[in-house]
């Protein structure tokens, strides 16, 4: 995990609160991605980014929001958080030119 | 989009059998293949991978083959140990004006018995 450091790394929250989590790179890497883990599912990609300010849909993209304002961070934000998004949150880091994804430690998000 | 198909689900076997898990995927466009394993409780970490214009790779007791044509690829594990388990994803990937999207499979939870 060196070079990404996801937080927090564990959170307990009630329905409809909002819910930020940060990603942060020290990789100067271009691509940042947030998949999250459900049993059964694999990991499903939620937002990504290509750049500063530049950040696009995934698969799962409903009931959250992103923002990049620096390279080295990204923001996965739950604007009213659901017992539906009780998940393991992960943060995945990329260049172009090497198209390696590299994983943080994850998050895990509990709502109550 | 892309879908990844894999399997087994579960898998279990001795301390120095083989384990092999397949991949299929849908898009022609894909042209990177990794392996990750993930431990229990840390992200998932790349183990092997492999490009569209190459059809089997070695690193010790991994390999990875890949089937274009059939679109489908595996991982293979020789030798295994303890320390093999965990669950391994395979995952597809695509390059877009926009920067690489992964697609990945549901994983594989490998159990290699002492």
């Known amino acids: ?26 990789e100067n890497h271009r691509y940042m991605y947030w998949y999250r883990q459900d049993p059964g599912h694999g990991l499903r990609l939620i937002h990504y980014s290509y750049g500063v300010k ?5 698969e799962v ?13 990204f923001l996965l934000t739950l604007e009213s958080a659901t017992s539906s998004q009780t998940s393991v949150y992960f943060c995945a880091i990329s260049e172009h030119t090497i198209p390696v994804l590299t994983f943080g430690a994850g998050s895990r998000l509990t709502v109550l | 989009g892309e879908n990844v198909e894999q399997h087994p689900s579960t898998l279990s076997v001795q301390e120095g059998d083989s384990a092999v898990i397949k991949c299929t995927y ?36 991994i390999a990875v083959t890949l089937n274009k044509t059939a679109k489908h ?16 994803f395979c995952a597809a990937s695509a390059t877009f004006d926009t920067g690489n999207q992964f697609y990945f499979g549901t994983g594989t939870s490998l159990t290699v018995i002492p």
């Open chain 1, 61 to 73: 993209s409903d009931g959250y929001s992103v923002s990049r304002s620096k390279t080295e961070d």
């Open chain 1, 1 to 26: 995990d060196a070079g990404i450091t996801q937080s927090p790394r564990h959170k307990v929250t009630e329905t409809g609160t909002p819910v930020t989590l940060r990603c942060h790179q020290t």
């Open chain 2, 73 to 88: 690829f595996s991982l293979h594990i020789t030798e295994t140990q303890p320390e093999d388990s965990a669950v391994y």
């Open chain 2, 26 to 61: 849908s898009d022609s466009a894909s042209n990177y293949f990794p392996w990750y394993k993930q431990e229990l409780g840390k992200g998932p970490q790349l183990i092997i991978d492999i490009r569209s214009n190459v059809g089997e790779k070695k690193d010790q007791r």
């Open chain 1, 54 to 58: 530049d950040t696009d849909k995934g």
